[in-house]
């Protein structure tokens, strides 16, 4: 028999009748003739309460039911005469699917982030992780909503690249070559009788695809993961990530720190309208401060300075960081956090960066040192999104790329969008772990995604 409702339907029609619920136990408790059994079935936070009695006919291998078994419930949902819930199942059959043996590791105490990480293939079952997984997927589905909303088409960009669009050479190679004895030319391994005839590595971005799309469809975006191998084992990095990339044709950087506002405010707001329940549990448990930190996102227009001033409030800052701060200095994570939680206490958008410190796409401004990139700085995070308005000159994209040393002959085409028919276009990247870390008040990237991989870690 197929279940007939999941148990967030069930507490929201709240329709009396017989129901058909499928899903793992909780906990148990026994009276004398009744057996009070705990049912999740990971569809919302809320267990539903399901009343067994001596007149089933396996009434004693119910009594026997431990956390983690898997159970059918065929019974009637009613009101519920007891205290802690207002509605529960009177049973009328409980199928067995399965027994957890006493050693499932998720008998009810407390587990640290860090235990539970080491059970990723298990943590989706506790409340927290379950909530964190329901929000991230509800974020996803919030994300298409909004760009398919404006009009943005959705481009697939490839995972597997011959190019580094950031051109900081964190890449990961993909290669089908015998490592243990590969082709040589000369003393370097011979690339061109790999797979694609050359090397190849996974993506650290679609942006260069997406702008190729955005100069043909207008309003794109892209979804997907991206992979670096930095070797920063911070609580902001891994080294496989999921980012939205928007790119926009006809606009400039304004434009896109419009649209970077809109987007986080609007993701924000979603969030708060449907993932209320999963919610609680972080403003209750996780930061107390959550609410407040979302209210203000969803309310309060983004401050907007440039890069210059934002140096010029740390420097005056009289705050002891460890890493000093200057004009042509790539501003920390501390920085970011001193600037959004300290200084504004609310998310801030830092444009104008020296170009020095910038990747080669961005576009030069007229005074010749910075670029329009745009960073979205928000409060515990830092650095949510990055990213500007792109330089569609293509002789200036050329001495650009000479300047920092990315070869041309890889981005022919690249370059060839600039030749036939360029226009002003700009975009950004919002990592999405990231988001979901703000939505949740989490402060571990590992425990919001769920099989994290980051330096020395691939498990399952
Ligand atoms: O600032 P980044 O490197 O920008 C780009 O990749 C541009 N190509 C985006 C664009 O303009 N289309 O990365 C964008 C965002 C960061 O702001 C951060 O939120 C996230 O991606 N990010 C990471 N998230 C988790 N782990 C990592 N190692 C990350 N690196 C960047
Ligand atoms: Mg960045």
């Given amino acids: 028999m197929k279940r007939t409702r999941i148990i967030a339907l069930l507490l929201s029609d709240q329709a009396i009748g017989h129901v058909l619920i499928k899903g793992w136990v909780k906990t148990r408790r026994d009276a004398k003739d009744f057996s009070f059994i705990e049912i999740n079935d990971g569809s919302c936070l809320q267990n539903i309460q399901v009343v067994a009695d001596l007149g089933m006919a396996n009434f004693d291998a119910v009594k026997k039911l431990s956390t983690g078994s898997a159970v059918a419930v065929h019974g009637a949902l009613r009101p519920s005469p007891g205290k802690g819930q207002k509605w529960e199942i009177q049973a009328l059959s409980i199928e067995i699917i399965s027994i957890a043996p006493d050693e499932f590791p998720l008998q009810k105490k407390r587990h640290t982030d860090e235990f539970l990480r080491t059970i990723s293939h298990l943590r989706p079952r506790t409340n927290k992780y379950g909530a964190a997984f329901r929000i991230r997927?509800?974020?996803?589905?919030?994300?298409?909503?909004?760009?398919?909303?404006?009009?943005f088409a959705h481009v697939h960009t490839p995972i597997l690249t011959g190019s580094d669009c950031e051109g900081a050479g964190e890449l990961f190679q993909v290669t089908a070559l015998d490592m243990e004895n590969p082709p040589r030319s000369g003393g370097a391994i011979d690339y061109s009788r790999d797979f694609f005839h050359r090397s190849a590595n996974l993506t650290v971005s679609g942006q260069l695809e997406a702008e190729l799309f955005a100069l043909a469809l207008g309003d794109v975006y892209t979804f997907g993961p991206t992979f670096r191998a930095e070797n920063s084992n911070t609580s902001r990095h891994a080294a496989e990530f999921w980012m939205v990339e928007p790119e926009m044709a006809f606009s400039d950087l304004n434009d896109d720190m419009d649209l970077a506002e809109t987007f986080i405010r609007y993701l924000v707001t979603y969030a708060l309208e449907?993932?209320?329940?999963?919610?609680?549990?972080?403003?209750?448990?996780?930061?107390?401060?959550?609410?407040?930190?979302?209210?203000?996102?969803?309310?309060?227009?983004f401050i907007r300075i440039p890069?210059?001033?934002?140096?010029d409030i740390l420097s005056r800052s009289g705050h002891h960081f460890n890493f000093d701060v200057s004009f042509g200095t790539d501003l920390?994570?501390?920085?970011?956090?001193?600037?959004?939680?300290?200084h504004f206490n609310q998310p801030v958008i830092i444009y104008d960066y020296p170009k020095?410190?910038?990747?080669?796409?961005?576009?030069?401004?007229?005074?010749?040192g910075t670029v329009a990139a745009m960073d979205v700085i928000v409060p515990r995070i830092g650095e949510i999104i990055g990213g500007s308005q792109r330089e569609e000159r293509l002789d200036v994209l050329e001495s650009r790329m000479a300047e920092t040393?990315?070869?041309?002959?890889?981005?022919?085409?690249?370059?060839?969008s600039r030749r036939f028919g360029s226009v002003p276009h700009s975009g950004f990247g919002l990592g999405f772990e990231r988001l979901v870390m703000l939505v949740t008040g989490i402060s571990n990237i590992r425990d919001v995604i769920p099989f994290p991989r980051t330096p020395g870690n691939i498990e399952f």
């Fill in 137 to 151: 997927s509800t974020l996803s589905f919030a994300i298409h909503r909004f760009f398919q909303e404006r009009g």
């Fill in 274 to 301: 449907n993932c209320r329940e999963d919610l609680g549990l972080f403003a209750g448990f996780v930061d107390k401060t959550l609410m407040d930190t979302l209210g203000i996102i969803a309310a309060k227009p």
């Fill in 307 to 311: 890069y210059a001033e934002a140096v």
């Fill in 332 to 342: 920390q994570t501390e920085h970011e956090r001193y600037l959004a939680e300290t």
């Fill in 356 to 368: 020095t410190i910038k990747p080669f796409y961005m576009r030069v401004n007229d005074n010749g």
């Fill in 405 to 416: 040393g990315v070869p041309p002959e890889n981005l022919w085409w690249y370059l060839d």
